[in-house]
T-cell receptor, first 116, second 113 residues
Framework: GENVEQHPSTLSVQEGDSAVIKCTYS??????FPWYKQELGKRPQLIID?????GEKKDQRIAVTLNKTAKHFSLHITETQPEDSAVYFC???????????????FGQGTILTVHP | DAGVTQSPTHLIKTRGQQVTLRCSPK?????VSWYQQALGQGPQFIFQ???????QRGNFPDRFSGHQFPNYSSELNVNALLLGDSALYLC????????????FGSGTQLSVL
């Protein structure tokens, strides 16, 4: 099955700095890579996702890059704000026989703290 | 447009008991997946239901079972509860074969004493 490794486990930045979180995956058949933000006591919320036919995707201050050859993908947050503080999870799908059933394998999470 | 709803929000059980958790998917979605999130960990896939059938299953014992109803809502049942079953149980919905985006509910926090 798929294995997703995420690092760092904790990340502390000053407001306005950039934050980068990296993940590696093991299954070369994986083709969908979402990122979720989970605030304390709340549901995981999808913040951005990327498919394997794209190398980079941006949405305002958030961007994700994918390197299929190296099997790693990264989340980039620019101009961080205190409200960006949360736990961030990367994930990769398991493509079941060419038709994805949406089974995701998650990384262990990164606790991001943005200091004012 | 209602999002994914789960009930109850919190539950306390003792070892050996059985529990049923419930989930209603986001409007327009037909697929429900269940995840277990232990404290400080990422969610782990339990199983997924589509067309009232279990489509995929993660590495969880048979004590974990589920059901999907014709209205797409779903239940997760756990028998013979163990202390290690204490976790946040998340339900996620999606549209099968169309969009892989998963939308999560707020979860049920299960404590086994």
């Amino acid at each position: 099955g798929e294995n997703v490794e995420q690092h760092p486990s904790t990340l502390s930045v000053q407001e306005g700095d950039s934050a980068v979180i990296k993940c590696t995956y093991s299954d070369s058949a994986s083709n969908y890579f979402p990122w979720y933000k989970q605030e304390l006591g709340k549901r995981p919320q999808l913040i951005i996702d990327i498919r394997s036919n794209v190398g980079e995707k941006k949405d305002q201050r958030i961007a994700v890059t994918l390197n299929k050859t190296a099997k790693h993908f990264s989340l980039h947050i620019t101009e961080t704000q205190p409200e960006d503080s949360a736990v961030y999870f990367c994930a990769a799908n398991e493509d079941a026989g060419g038709t994805s059933y949406g089974k995701l394998t998650f990384g262990q999470g990164t606790i991001l703290t943005v200091h004012p | 447009d209602a999002g994914v709803t789960q009930s109850p929000t919190h539950l306390i059980k003792t070892r050996g008991q059985q529990v049923t958790l419930r989930c209603s998917p986001k409007s327009g979605h037909d697929t429900v997946s269940w995840y277990q999130q232990a404290l400080g960990q990422g969610p782990q896939f339990i199983f997924q239901y589509y067309e009232e059938e279990e489509r995929q299953r993660g590495n969880f014992p048979d004590r974990f079972s589920g059901h999907q109803f014709p209205n797409y809502s779903s239940e997760l049942n756990v028998n013979a509860l163990l202390l290690g079953d204490s976790a946040l149980y998340l339900c996620a919905s999606s549209l099968f074969g169309v969009d892989e985006k998963l939308f999560f509910g707020s979860g049920t926090q299960l404590s086994v004493l």
